[in-house]
């Protein structure tokens, strides 16, 4: 009887392999390659001169600088606003119940409606003939006219209504992952309500809301629908974005378009990465106490 040659069976393929190359192409389509278009574009001034020749254009130009800092006055609120005001919101609904999922349904609205529907619906309801000012009117609470479009006030009102919402998912998100038996145990030692967020939550959620923060940031310094919409273009909301969106479609000067982008890209690189730096001043162990 002749002997049968077993052959091993066939290796598992592995199939990361194939889940690698396509996310690599995505992100070379989609991030860095558009990145370093555009960084190239910038140093090829249109009407030439030196590669830098658009970096002197901005820096020099005060219809142009100035937009840094118009931008940062409204991100920067935002930001504060939105994660601020998210923390005690999140702690309220920390707890799985019929309240939680109702409020984070109804705030999924906002997200869903996107900043051009908003700002529609805020010049129906807060502009000069909406109900809030008319409101405030006949109560006779405020009895000169009340300005809450086409300003400042309107750019950063619709921020925090559209960014609100996603600070407060991020914020919830980490809120509920820490084991709520750390502050039972604190409790038990005599630790006041105070002391068991400052103490044990507070450190706990810093990277979270870090996270947060620079997320809500980047959000809040793209803005353009609202600040057109709801501000004053040409005035005292006339952000970065504006102005790159002037420099491309107004002048067809598409490389100092992209030299303001780059701009944009590295501000708002310097606040992201000061607020990572900040954060190793807190709490730097695990981001979760071990819930479940």
């Known amino acids: 009887m002749n002997a049968v040659t077993l052959s091993p069976p066939p290796a598992p393929r592995d199939t990361r392999a194939w889940l690698v190359t396509p996310a690599l192409i995505f992100i070379l389509a989609l991030f860095i390659y558009p990145f370093a278009y555009g960084l190239v574009l910038s140093f090829q001034p249109t009407n030439g001169g030196s590669m830098w020749a658009n970096y002197t254009t901005f ?41 939680q999922k109702f ?3 109804l705030l999924v609205i906002p997200v869903t409606l996107g900043t ?27 009895s000169d006219e009340v ?14 209504v559209s960014g609100f919402p996603f600070a407060f998912l ?3 998100s980490y809120v509920t992952g820490i084991d709520p038996r750390l502050a039972s145990a604190a409790a038990t030692l ?19 809301l870090t996270m947060a923060a620079c997320l809500s940031f980047v959000q809040a310094f793209s803005v353009f629908p609202s600040a057109v919409l709801l ?21 067809y000067d598409y490389s100092l378009a992209s030299t ?10 310097l606040v992201v990465a000061g607020m990572l730096g900040a954060r190793r001043f807190f709490y730097s162990g695990p981001v979760t106490g071990g819930k479940g």
């Open 190 to 208: 005599g630790a006041s309500p105070w002391q068991q967020f400052r103490q044990i939550y507070l450190p706990l959620l810093v990277p979270g």
């Open 231 to 251: 501000g004053a273009p040409a005035g005292p909301t006339r952000v970065m974005s504006i102005a790159a969106a002037e420099a491309a479609f107004e002048s």
């Open 147 to 160: 300005r809450l479009t086409h300003n400042y006030w309107g750019v950063l009102i619709s921020l925090i």
């Open 170 to 172: 991020l914020t919830l």
């Open 103 to 105: 409020v984070t349904t």
């Open 260 to 269: 303001i982008a780059m701009v944009m890209g590295f501000v708002q690189l």
């Open 59 to 99: 820096f020099t130009d005060t219809s142009m600088w100035p937009t840094i800092i118009v931008t940062l006055k409204l991100a920067v609120p935002a930001t504060l606003i939105n994660v601020g005001a998210s923390i005690p919101v999140a702690f309220a609904l920390r707890r799985d119940s019929r309240y």
């Open 116 to 142: 051009v529907l908003i700002a529609d619906g805020m010049l129906t309801y807060f502009g000069p003939n909406g109900w809030f000012p008319q409101a405030l009117q006949g109560m006779h609470l405020y």
